[in-house]
């Protein structure tokens, strides 16, 4: 069993950044691919960044590409999501999510929702403009 809990939302303008963490209660973390998906109202689940077990693969969506960077700390249990020029685009509720890794190469092997078997309770970002 895997317990996620997201830290760090909240409401920031637009331009501005946002870091959120994921706690992972969890006996061995590195065998874990993490994943950030988020929901806006009214819209469908999408994915936003995953990071495979080593921290050596790391998949955006193209929509945060360039301006979000996620990472992971296997010595912690944490993965993080830095979200830099935010826009009010951006604003949704984040969640953190996990599966078991396996070896497999590219953002399609990590993008889907469906994939991954436990999940935080989501965390609120607001970006004003």
């Known amino acids: 069993q895997v317990q996620l809990v997201e830290s760090g939302g909240g409401l920031v303008q637009a331009g501005g950044s946002l870091r959120l963490s994921c706690a992972a209660s969890?006996?061995?973390?590195?065998?874990?691919?993490m994943g950030w998906f988020r929901q806006a109202p009214g819209k469908e689940r999408e994915f936003v960044a995953a990071?495979?077990?080593?921290?050596?693969?790391?998949y955006y969506a193209d929509s945060v590409k360039g301006r979000f960077t996620i990472s992971r700390d296997n010595a912690k249990n944490t993965t993080d999501l830095e979200m830099n020029s935010l826009k009010s685009e951006d604003t949704a509720v984040y969640y953190c999510?996990?599966?078991?890794?396996?070896?497999?190469?590219?953002?399609?092997?990590?993008?889907?929702?469906?994939?991954?078997?436990?999940w935080g309770q989501g965390i609120q970002v607001t970006v004003s403009s």
């Open positions: 999510a996990a599966r078991i890794d396996y070896y497999c190469s590219g953002k399609e092997c990590y993008h889907t929702s469906t994939d991954y078997d436990y």
């Open positions: 969890v006996r061995t973390f590195s065998n874990y691919a």
């Open positions: 990071i495979n077990w080593s921290a050596v693969g790391t």
